[in-house]
């Protein structure tokens, strides 16, 4: 099996910085594209930001230049650095990923979630 286990959230205020982090590990060949979604209180999960395992990125528009997603292969791990954080930013932050395991099958992970909150 595979686990993702983020961390970096908490309550910060709105102009503010945080980092998120998501550990990869269990029964990984390599990694895949790796993401961030969030879910605020009534909405639908949304995409935050993608990266493949070329480093190619792809962001949503209303994180476009204040989030920076990267990741580290030799870790197995996935970050996202958000900046100039905003109220409307205040979500449960999932990393999730796509795994080539090392029995040759990819499969499709999620993490528990990280809640960040934005105060303003």
């Known amino acids: 099996q595979v686990q993702l286990v983020e961390s970096g959230g908490g309550l910060v205020q709105a102009g503010g910085s945080l980092r998120l982090s998501c550990a990869a590990s269990?029964?990984?060949?390599?990694?895949?594209?790796m993401g961030w979604y969030r879910q605020a209180p009534g909405k639908q999960r949304e995409l935050v930001a993608s990266?493949?395992?070329?480093?190619?990125?792809n962001y949503a528009d209303s994180v476009k230049g204040r989030f920076t997603i990267s990741r580290d292969n030799a870790k197995n791990a996935l970050y996202l650095q958000m900046s100039s954080l905003k109220p409307e930013d205040t979500a449960v932050y999932y990393c999730?990923?796509?795994?080539?395991?090392?029995?040759?099958?990819?499969?499709?992970?999620w993490g528990q979630g990280t809640l960040v909150t934005v105060s303003s």
């Open positions: 990266i493949t395992s070329g480093d190619y990125t």
């Open positions: 999730n990923a796509e795994v080539f395991t090392i029995t040759r099958s990819s499969y499709n992970y």
């Open positions: 269990g029964r990984i060949f390599n990694l895949k594209t």
